[in-house]
């Protein structure tokens, strides 16, 4: 997986590392900042998954057409 960087309300929020190991940090000044990214973050992620859920469901539904 390459590095990659977003930003969320303006914090930089730096990812990196594996899909099994991935690395986050988090820029933050205060822990109810640090749980409003945590919260932005997870929903980040939970958008990624469905995406990738979709995307194999038309993949599925795709090749069973090729099926005998």
């Known amino acids: 997986m390459k590095d990659a960087h977003t930003t969320i ?7 990196h590392g594996s899909l099994r190991r ?20 997870h929903s ?3 958008r990624i998954h469905n995406r990738i859920t979709e995307a194999v469901k038309a993949k599925i539904k795709e090749y069973e057409k090729y099926r005998v």
Do not use: D, Q
């Open 44 to 46: 980040m992620v939970r």
């Open 9 to 15: 309300r303006g914090k930089i929020i730096l990812i």
């Open 22 to 41: 991935p690395y986050c940090k988090l820029f933050a000044e205060s822990p109810s900042e640090v749980h409003t990214l945590v919260s932005e973050v």
